[in-house]
């Protein structure tokens, strides 16, 4: 960054010291005054501004610079002694020639297909799409000149005696031959050997070539022939024709002698007696002839001008040598020079300053005008003056001296009109002869003469074939027989400081006052127009429509634009604008502005972007920033140049027209892509979506950080997404959704000129289906839904666990209760067996102790053998009831209903006598298919049963129990007791010595059976047995 900031100082040096005075007092300051004939002295230079290096601080590989050209794409290259370098605006690169043993460049030259040809002291090459390809004909030859006469043809002269012809077809083969049967020998003694050609020329189609010590020679049929001249010239250096066809021959003569010829034929040619010294070098621009010296600078052949001449000491040091070799004019006529100290560039068509008088306040211009008869007027604030360009020289207006001018105007019948600050005056009609000097000129309105005088003279304007004159303090008036009328305001409480006028066509007049904004006048009225709301309370100054109908108002505010139908906008805000301007084509939507403290503007409508500012200020070489008139002109080559009156002189200045050179020199995403990439589009892959572009544009006119660039992004559909325009090259673009897109840059000179937009397509891809994404997303759904079934199931596990922990120790309990109850059974049964059944058993055995021995009937008492066998009965019965307790053989005997039924009748035949009750036994048909229980399953309800048939005759003191069995047909089981006893509840009889209840629960949890009570409103207790899909339960 330092380096190109020191770049762009020696580029852009200052002004002299001598040209910079406190404002607003300009300087003295006068054009170049061409040197007269033989012996020119050095046109001074007025401006540094003109002037720019490219040295070896700037990267050239050698400050000895012997040939200069220019590439199709604008890039300069320089012929060095050290090699090629390249020049792109910005920097210098050293570029290597493939093929080629030396790098001593003698001669560049572009051909007409945009090739470049280089001649070296090795031999010769040519730079075709970015590659070298070395001429292997002509391989060992030094290689002094090259011109190309015609589309194909090449023609170079060496300093090995020969010439040589390059034919290019247009499949790009080549072929090369020499024009000499034999090279040719030197004819200078003190040098023998072969003669060395250094220059080339085509006149009336023939070659001619210029050598050391043989003078010119015309090559025809394989010879060459020495062409005779009225002066001799035996060492010609340089051989060039002008527009006309003049040959100009420059020689190697002495320092301050004439070393150029000039004639119409080479037997005409006379020696031109100005004093070049040694001529290097002969340059047709134009219709100018300019010649490089060997010590001597530049000298300038103007067509019809004094010769002007250019050094070191002249120009102050912009060109940086007198030792001149090449001269080389771009195609924005900008000047390079190749001098010993490196590179010079000289910009004719910079701004210049000239005086218009010789005072200070003379050369405070205020307003420029042309009439139709061609002639230039300046007013300034001490009088009128008008333009001589035979002399160069403005010439005051005698009968207008010690007026401030405002305005100039011409009426329908060509009378001059002008506006000051003294009052209006109007002059005689004017003629193409008529000498300005002398007009003289009648004051029709008188006033003070100070520049804010009451009646002073601001504008002048034409509306519907009338005159009209803003005449500050006293409002809008028109000129009437020679006579001013005021028409407003009537009204002497409304502010009369009108200072701009300007003629809509016939519509409307436009009034700008100094404080009030802008008023309308439609030939009846003036009154205030609601479109111009926006400038209520500013001065207006200048006002200026454009081709397409536009506004241009300037204000103290900046320039406004008011488009047809549509609101006033800031177009350029925080200037104090002073006046508007069109181009003289009028064919552009762009105005100049000239602004107090700021220079001048260039303000440019563009369809897309609006508004763009430009600004030409002192350091490009306006003599001062306040500017107060400009006046375009149109000139023979259909361009226009510029006149810029400020408060120190007047200023030419002739804008650019070439288009500049718009390229891209980055193009970032997630790799560097190649700029070539750009022409067939350029396509991202996901996820990229962000893309940074950064251009060069390159201007002979327009420094690097001059250049404006303009970008904009839009989507398939043609819709702008971003736009930028800034100093800045570079365009980042971020963020991009998927799709397709379009980006065009554009750069613009400091002039406005807008390059070639540079386009491309962008595209960014859609987000692939995400096969890996997917498969990791399910991989971890299944993951989290493993992980929420581990969880669960270590839940359930657990609970399960619990569950079997809480089963196991029910199951442990409840064993334990049928291990206490199988106990209590075997005391019971023993009780009864002892109690009951070995009580009668010893009573048997007493009846039998009865019986006589040996069945002899004793004198005692005989036993009865009926009570005998009631006793064995009752034995038995008594036995049968204990075994029917251990193991109920009801249920194999008459199936599961009925052995319900059994239970709940014979705890009824066991009950005593006062607890039986009535019982009512209800039972599906289909029980026995339905349920299909497991014997052992059969066994556990039969023995639940007996319990709570037990309970309720022992506890309930019931007299009418229900027993109600049934079951569904998907296999649940389902058995109620219902009785009329007393309440009942289980919860209560936890903490009792019984173990009847928990041994019921202990069989209903061995078949998953569930068992409850519930006590009836009316009272009683419904004790419920269900066991879900019985036929499933498992065994015991």
């Not at 090995?160 to 083969?173: A, H, K, L």
């Not at 001619?208 to 090559?219: P, Q, T, Y």
């Not at 705890?907 to 298919?929: G, H, I, N, R, T």
Request: charged share 20%.
């Amino acid at each position: 960054l330092l380096l190109s900031a020191f770049f762009l100082v020696l580029l852009l040096p200052p002004a002299p010291a001598s040209s910079q005075p406190a404002e607003p007092q300009p300087t003295q300051s006068s054009p170049p005054s061409p040197s007269p004939s033989p012996s020119p002295s050095p046109t001074p230079v007025t401006g540094l501004n003109q002037w720019g290096a490219v040295t070896l601080f700037h990267g050239l590989p050698s400050d000895r610079v012997h040939a200069i050209a220019q590439g199709p794409d604008g890039v300069m290259w320089f012929g060095t002694e050290a090699g090629l370098a390249k020049f792109d605006g910005r920097r210098t690169q050293t570029v290597t020639i493939n093929g080629l043993s030396t790098a001593h460049v003698l001669a560049l030259q572009s051909d007409q297909e945009g090739a470049l040809w280089i001649g070296t002291e090795a031999g010769a090459a040519r730079l075709v799409a970015g590659e070298f390809e070395a001429i292997s004909e002509i391989a060992g030859n030094a290689i002094t000149a090259i011109i190309t006469p015609e589309r194909g043809r090449v023609v170079m002269a060496t300093e090995q005696g020969n010439i040589f012809e390059c034919r290019v077809q247009p499949d790009g083969s080549r072929q090369t031959t020499p024009l000499l049967t034999q090279p040719l020998q030197s004819a200078d003694r003190e040098h023998p050997g072969p003669l060395v050609f250094t220059s080339l020329a085509i006149v009336n189609k023939r070659v001619f070539a210029g050598s050391l010590s043989r003078g010119v020679l015309a090559i025809e049929d394989g010879l060459a022939r020495e062409m005779e001249t009225r002066a001799s010239a035996f060492f010609v250096r340089a051989l060039q024709t002008d527009a006309s066809g003049k040959i100009w021959v420059g020689t190697r003569v002495k320092k301050d002698e004439p070393g150029l010829l000039t004639g119409a034929e080479f037997s005409r040619l006379a020696r031109n007696e100005i004093p070049t010294g040694t001529v290097t070098g002969v340059q047709n621009i134009g219709r100018d002839i300019w010649v490089a010296t060997d010590g001597r600078g530049v000298f300038l052949f103007p067509e019809q001008k004094k010769v002007q001449r250019f050094t070191f000491d002249g120009t102050a040091g912009g060109l940086r040598s007198d030792h001149v070799y090449a001269i080389f004019r771009d195609r924005e006529d900008v000047i390079w020079f190749g001098t010993d100290r490196g590179v010079c560039r000289y910009d004719p068509n910079a701004a210049r300053v000239e005086a218009v008088g010789n005072n200070p306040e003379s050369n405070f211009v205020r307003t420029l005008y042309q009439t139709s008869k061609g002639q230039l007027l300046a007013g300034t604030n001490r009088g009128l003056f008008v333009y001589d360009a035979s002399a160069s020289l403005w010439n005051p207006v005698s009968d207008l001296e010690r007026n401030i001018i405002y305005a100039i105007e011409e009426d329908n019948t060509g009378r001059l009109l002008v506006g000051s600050a003294s009052g209006f005056y109007v002059g005689s009609k004017l003629s193409a002869d008529a000498n300005l000097q002398s007009q003289t000129f009648n004051r029709v309105e008188a006033s003070s003469g100070s520049a804010d005088a009451v009646g002073s003279i601001r504008a002048i304007a034409q509306f519907r074939g009338g005159v009209y004159v803003a005449s500050y303090g006293r409002g809008v008036e028109q000129l009437e027989d020679n006579r001013v009328r005021n028409l407003w305001p009537s009204d002497s409480t409304i502010p009369r400081d009108v200072v701009s006028l300007f003629a809509d066509g016939d519509r409307r007049l436009i009034v700008g006052s100094a404080s009030d904004g802008v008023f309308i006048f439609d030939g009846t009225e003036v009154k205030p127009e609601p479109a111009f709301a926006k400038l209520k309370g500013s001065t207006v100054r200048s006002i200026l429509s454009t081709p397409d109908n536009s506004l241009w108002l300037a204000t103290n505010r900046g320039v406004y634009l008011c488009k047809a139908n549509s609101e006033c906008i800031l177009a350029a805000p925080g200037f104090e604008a002073r006046y508007l301007a069109r181009d003289a084509t009028g064919k552009q939507n762009e105005v100049w502005c000239g602004t107090t403290g700021s220079g001048l503007l260039k303000i440019s409508l563009d369809d897309q972007l609006g508004p763009i500012l430009s600004q030409l200020d002192a350091e490009q070489g306006l003599p001062s920033q306040n500017v107060f008139a400009v006046r375009s002109q149109a000139q023979a080559d259909g361009s226009s140049a510029l006149l810029i009156g400020t408060s120190r002189g007047v200023a030419r200045y002739q804008p650019g027209r070439a288009t500049p050179t718009l390229y891209a020199t980055r193009v970032i995403s997630k790799r560097v892509h190649s700029p070539g990439e750009l022409a067939t589009g350029l396509s991202l892959e996901y996820p990229q979506n962000s893309l940074l572009l950064d251009v060069a544009a390159i201007s002979s006119r327009t420094f690097p950080e001059q250049f404006q660039y303009a970008f904009t992004l839009a989507d398939s559909r043609g819709a702008v997404i971003k736009q930028k325009l800034s100093r800045e090259s570079q365009f980042i673009m971020e963020g991009l959704t998927a799709g397709r897109y379009r980006v065009t840059a554009r750069a613009f000179t400091k002039d406005l000129i807008a390059s070639e937009p540079m386009s491309f397509e962008l595209s960014i891809a859609k987000a692939p289906f995400p096969w890996t994404s997917t498969a990791l997303a399910i991989l971890l759904a299944l993951a989290l839904l493993a992980l929420l079934w581990a969880i669960l199931e270590r839940r359930r596990i657990a609970a399960t666990s619990a569950a079997l922990v809480e089963a196991n120790s029910e199951l442990a309990d409840a064993r334990l209760n049928l291990a206490n109850e199988a106990e209590r059974e075997r005391r019971r049964i023993a009780r009864d067996l002892h109690d009951q059944t070995l009580a009668d058993l010893r009573h048997l055995m007493l009846l039998s102790d009865q019986l006589p021995a040996n069945g002899d009937a004793g004198a005692g008492k005989q036993l009865d053998a009926g009570v005998l066998r009631t006793e064995i009965e009752s034995i038995s019965q008594e036995v049968r009831r204990i075994c029917e307790d251990l193991s109920p053989s009801v249920l194999q005997n008459v199936g599961f209903a009925a052995a319900l039924e059994f239970a709940l009748s014979h705890a009824v035949q066991d009950a005593p006598p006062e607890k039986q009750f009535e019982y009512e036994f209800v039972c599906d048909e289909s029980l026995e298919e339905h349920a299909r229980l497991p014997a052992n399953v059969q066994m556990q309800i039969y023995r639940i049963v007996q319990e709570a048939v037990s309970n309720v005759w022992r506890h309930a003191g019931a007299t009418h129990v229900k027993m109600t069995v049934k079951a569904s047909p998907a296999g649940e089981f389902y058995l109620q007791l219902k009785d009329n006893g007393k309440d009942f509840e289980p919860q209560e009889q936890q903490n009792s010595r019984g173990r009847g209840l928990a041994n019921m629960r202990a069989r209903a949890s061995l078949i998953d059976a569930d068992i409850s009570w519930e006590k009836l409103e009316s009272g009683g207790t419904v004790f419920t047995l269900q066991l879900k899909r019985a036929a499933a339960s498992r065994p015991s």
